[in-house]
């Protein structure tokens, strides 16, 4: 965790640095995986749709696909200023300490390095309810485990970014 928290004094990458300033009083998810089928980041794009469709008070950041996937570059042309892709971040850790919130949609997983990685900060984890995630993540205490559907998990974000109680267990 100590090496965690100097990292995140790093700088982002200034467009990421620039989402970040402009957003400053936003509710912040952020996801970051590699673009891989198991990541299931359409269903984090659906679940961010329904999010932003309520509520312009949240904003996302998916670090690991392109801009040009064709689910994201459709998330992005509906919420050009609530949404940013970046394709890789050689340190997140300054992301996820400026986050609020870290997403995993995963259809499974190993043990997630990045969930750890977001407990050093104190983030909670809003994440599937899937083998290697449901391991790290108590919900109700440490986050919130949702079913592998895009309603759940938009419902989930909501319940984070509304419930201030919810999200200092987290912290």
Known sequence: CDD??????FPLPSDLE?????????FIVTMIGRNDPVKNFDLAF?????????????????????ENDAECAKLLNLFPEHVRAISSLDDAAALINKSNVLLLTSK???????????????KPVVGTNVEGICESVQHGVNGLLCSVD?????????NMASDGGLYKKGS
């Not at 620039?18 to 936003?26: E, H, V």
């Not at 659906?46 to 950041?61: M, N, T």
């Not at 499974?108 to 104190?122: T, W, Y």
């Open 46 to 66: 659906e679940a961010a749709r329904l999010v932003l469709e309520k509520s312009r008070e949240i904003c996302f950041v998916f670090v690991g696909i392109n």
């Open 18 to 26: 620039s989402f970040l300033s402009r957003n400053a009083k936003q």
């Open 108 to 122: 499974k997983e190993g043990s997630p390095l990045v969930v750890q990685e977001a407990f050093c900060f104190g």
């Open 150 to 158: 895009a309603e759940s998990i938009s419902q989930a974000i909501e």
């Open 4 to 9: 965690l928290h100097s990292r995140s004094l």
